[in-house]
């Protein structure tokens, strides 16, 4: 019997969905255009960026262009939600966030009448290990 042991490793730049709503994650070169497919990070779930991403590409997220709800009642019914509308935010650049520590990112509404959503980002590390001190998790 062959004993096989996977091993899995993940980068520790990781971007974690603490909102109410599904996330679109992508990554883009200097000129905007994506160099990654696009990632859907669901409330409460996580991603890791790939490691050699994260020095040569920026981030960019928005509410998801379009997600399910399901409502049980007496049968199944889902309700599908065309992302609300919103574009993406502006292309951030992963040292501008461990520089700034505490930011908003805002993703402007394709009607310019309605309000930007808005998430509200913080760079957090770990200060008792001495490995991830160093690295940042948003």
Not at 35 to 54: C, F, R, T
Not at 117 to 130: E, G, K, L
Request: aromatic share 12%; hydrophobic share 35%; charged share 25%.
């Amino acid at each position: 019997m062959d004993n096989v042991k996977v091993v899995t490793i993940r980068s520790t730049y990781k971007i974690e969905n603490q909102t109410l709503y599904p996330l679109e994650l992508t990554l883009v070169d200097d000129t905007g255009h994506p160099v990654y497919s696009l990632e859907k990070i669901a409330p409460g779930q996580d991603y890791s960026l790939p490691i050699e991403a994260v020095s040569q590409n920026k981030i960019r997220i928005q509410p998801d262009r379009k997600f399910t709800v399901k409502f049980l009642f007496l049968t199944h019914l889902y309700l599908s939600i065309e992302g609300f509308g919103y574009k993406w935010c502006s292309a951030i650049r992963w040292e501008d966030l461990i520089a700034n520590k505490s930011f908003t990112i805002k993703c402007p509404h394709n009607d310019p009448r309605e309000a930007a959503f808005r998430f509200q980002a913080w760079v957090q590390t770990d200060v008792n290990d001495s490995v991830s001190r160093y690295v940042t998790q948003l």
